[in-house]
């Protein structure tokens, strides 16, 4: 009996693994004006505003987080829906330091793996609620820049 040898298997726990614990949706706000609100074609023209923020526990060294405070109304001005998106990561094997936080993780991939997250409940929250869906484009998170915050 010839026994050839299998290549090398591979293995999904990975030291240093990062994945998506969970999510959340705060502080939702949707207003619709009176005249429009039977019109499921409101969302036509709609437009799209995304910042985000990170945010560590200092009791927990395998873990940070994401905010997404989104927006989006129509040209008209005839619906406005705000909504924050937090999205909490664990590791495996890795640290959370000053360094992680700045390093290219948590400021293009994180964002990434969260955003069709965001579509999904925002395409969905106009389909359940009566409306055309909003269907937001794909976005390149490489592209982002680091939006500078005033200390009050």
Known sequence: MNITKQPEAYSTKEPGAIS???YNVANVKFDVIDKVWDSPSI???SEFNMQYSTFVSPDKKDFFGLVFAIKLENEEKSFSLSLDFVAHFITINTEINADFMKGHFVT???PAIVFPYIRAFITNFFQ???YNP????????????KV???GS
């Open 108 to 110: 293009g991939n994180a």
């Open 128 to 130: 359940n609620s009566g």
């Open 134 to 145: 909003i269907i937001l484009p794909a976005f390149n998170f490489q592209s982002v820049k």
């Open 148 to 150: 500078e915050q005033s």
């Open 43 to 45: 969302t036509e023209k």
């Open 20 to 22: 998506l614990f969970r």
